[in-house]
């Protein structure tokens, strides 16, 4: 990726962008969750809870 749309964030880890970030919740508005064991995003399915971040 080209350093413009990467950054170190507070625990030295690569991250995208926040405008990147922000575009994607435009495109994908409510329809997908992060999935933080799988490290993913996914399509949205009736048994997850509110928000954008599941277990």
Do not use: H
Request: charged residues 35%.
């Amino acid at each position: 990726m080209g350093e413009d749309l990467t950054y170190r964030n507070g625990n030295g880890n690569w991250a995208l962008d926040k405008r990147i970030n922000e575009a994607f919740k435009k495109l994908s508005g409510d329809r997908v969750v992060w999935e933080r064991g799988s490290q993913c995003w996914c399509l949205r399915r009736p048994t997850d809870k509110p928000g954008r971040m599941q277990s």
